[in-house]
């Protein structure tokens, strides 16, 4: 029952929150409703940004690299999952500079290279909405069921409707003020938990168990890198970590409304740098050694063993050292909340997405603002539902596999959305086609590669590259130029509070 009665008290805080948000804001515009008003402050920012990054799987995913491989995976998790925002941040304060009335990269898109190329990249940004979805759903579920042996099914599904029925009311402002509170809440239990588990294991029995792995063929966890921090296949998972993260980063749309969000370009570039790398980093690298080697070095294993799957690594440790006691209801807790924050992150930018690209543009053309709002507050909760039931069937998938494969699908979009913002050759027709390429070059490598160890880096890698090459190619042989100067006159269908720096 502490599963359920954990859920049901998040459940009712949550919605009282976003039954506040509602009430004190209600009746504002579209403006107010998915880009806050554009007048948040730093420390605000700053918070959400580390909290909505800080996915399930920052914790049990950079767990399974540290239990995969060794002592490597947390800091090649890190370094990978940080470099896309060092490509974002400039990105997005250059369409705020050239483009100062956008909310939604897809209005740029649309703008930049047409309508149907922006339907494209909507395609792939509500796509990244389901998956992120999916990937909190499967994190939550294998945490709760582990730990408390709720049903997977239940564990997974509640939370993603929890997230749905909170992000429809609040908006952007109450993910905000959910993230801010969140963040103290996280670093808190982070802060109390950690110390405890390393205090608890025996890191010397770690250590000979480690060696064991490096040195003995017939452990069935061998790996001759794991104590190795230069491993190889640990830095190839850091590329494929940071092409994974590079589509995850540039399609989310939460990401774009929290910057837009930001009082000021100053204040966005330190939110997100003080967010990413000095809040944020440490995290995989500490929870892939502790849970990840800990588990590796004491020889907890997945065929027979103590793990049902290599999912589990992070709350079979936290079991192990505090049995059914308040740490692991800590624990518990501190990944429920990475969930919901990250998910309500994503649904606010779909919901963005939903209110300003789709409905006005395609369903109702002489919309309301509220209209609009209504509209996109209803397909957070289509989305949210639906992807509550579709995430009840990937029980006992592991969340690492998944979100590597993620990769090969979103990686693709990224080179011609940067090209598109700072080349005026690159036409709409190169876009789209350096897009699918890019994309069947990856997944032809993953499925034709027969080795499981080197299929994955290839097929993510050319994801990523091979459009690069196309749109470089395509664009030397365009004679068209684009006239950036039509993003600066760009005026949006609602009301759009534009700071001085704006305009």
Known sequence: MI???????????????????????????????VAAGRKVPFGLVTASVMVSWIWTI????SAETGYTFGVSGGINYAWGAAVPFFVFIPLVITLRKKMPGCTTFVEFIKIRYGEGTSRIFMTFALALTLYILLSQGIGMGVVFSTLFNMPYKAAAAIPVVIIALFT?????????????????????IFIVTVPIVLKSINMDDVYTGLVDVVQNTDNPMHNSEALNMLSGTGFRYGIVSMVVCMGQVLLDQGYYSKAVASVSTKSLLFAYIVGTVVAWLPVPILCSTVFGTSALGLGATVAGGQLSSTSDVAPYIMQLVFGGGLGTVMFALMIFMTGLTTGGDILSGAQAICTIDIYKKYIKKDATEKQQTDFGRLMTLVIGFVMALIVMFFEGKSILKVDIFSGILFAAPCASFVAGLIWDKVSSKTAVISIFVGMAAGLIAYFAIPDDNINYFIGNVCSLIVPVFVIFICSLFTKEKYDFSIM??????HIVNINKEGR
């Open 3 to 33: 599963g359920y009665v954990i859920m049901a008290v998040f459940a009712v805080v949550f919605l009282s929150v976003s039954a506040i948000v509602d009430k004190k804001y209600q009746g504002e515009g579209v403006d107010e409703f």
């Open 58 to 61: 920052t914790v049990i995913g």
């Open 168 to 188: 429809a009311r609040a908006g952007l402002k109450g993910s905000i003020i959910n993230d801010v509170i969140m963040f103290f809440i996280i670093a808190i």
């Open 488 to 493: 600066k006159k760009y005026v949006p269908e």
